[in-house]
């Protein structure tokens, strides 16, 4: 069937928002019923996303409805691209209404919850049973748990992982993590017990992980190096297999024997791992995991979530080598 399927994006003023608008605007089925931010309100869509061209050649531009409003249309699916905290009302609305799209929330606010289906298709796909309610993962959370989920049956006490984002992690609103001025020659650590990532991994892999995120002058893009200690002896061509097999079958995550660079992963939308640094004693590892954090980190997980919620093949819409 090619009838369209109609999508809103709230909160579509950020960085991420920009990339769903990409990807939505070229997808064979998806089709954008509306973009909302108050900020941008009224103003063309093409004017500031150059390129994106409306399926039905409207003059897409951005309003700013309110909850109810939402709640209204005759929406098959909602994206919520908004702060931490702030979805809640809109989800209420919807409730209030009595409808039922498809909702993909790409805020922490449901990662927890479970009552909605936490999206990491690489490691969650057979917990997928046709749930309505989507939460999609943290960019950095995504990297760390394709990271350390294939040594998680041999871990040996907490994994340290150091993390290192582009500014755009940091949103769109002004603040000391996202100025290039501040940020030149610099690495500005934020957050070093208890971000929001390590609770969400270390809830989701169901072991402890310590997690040092940093900001760089780049844009974006983020590195992750996990630092795992064993419960046996490896060798790292056992280790490197290991991966290998996991994510055979899996398109977006690409595995190599060196440490990947995060300049290599922009504008991509896989996650890389690499590294396999190995102990002498064989019971310490170190590995490297790339992604673009707007992309895999955001945008393209919530498109493969989309595309499975409607029975659609994951990528669709989504480029990619293999």
Known sequence: ????????VVGARGHVGAELIRLLGEHPRFELAFVSSRELEGQRVADRI?????????????????????AAQALDAVVLALPNGKAAGLVAALDAAGRE???VDLSA????????????????RDGYTGQRRISNPGCYATAMQLALAPMLDVLDGPVQCFGVSGYSGAGTMPSDSNSPDLL?????????????HEREVSHRLGHPVEFMPHVAPHFRGLTITANLHLARVFDREEIIERYRQRYAAEPLVR????APWVSRIAHTHHVELGGFGLSGDGRRLVVVATEDNLLKGAATQALQNLNRAFGLPELTGIPHDR
């Open 109 to 124: 606010d449901y990662r927890f919850d479970d009552a909605w289906y936490y999206g990491l298709p690489e490691l969650a």
């Open 184 to 196: 030149r020659d610099n690495l500005m650590p934020y957050a070093l017990t208890g971000h929001v």
């Open 255 to 258: 595995v190599g024997d060196k």
């Open 1 to 8: 069937m090619n009838t369209p399927i109609a999508i809103g």
């Open 50 to 70: 150059p390129g994106h061209v409306d399926q039905r050649g409207r003059a897409l531009r951005y309003s700013a409805p309110s909850h109810e409003q939402v």
């Open 101 to 103: 799209p498809v909702v």
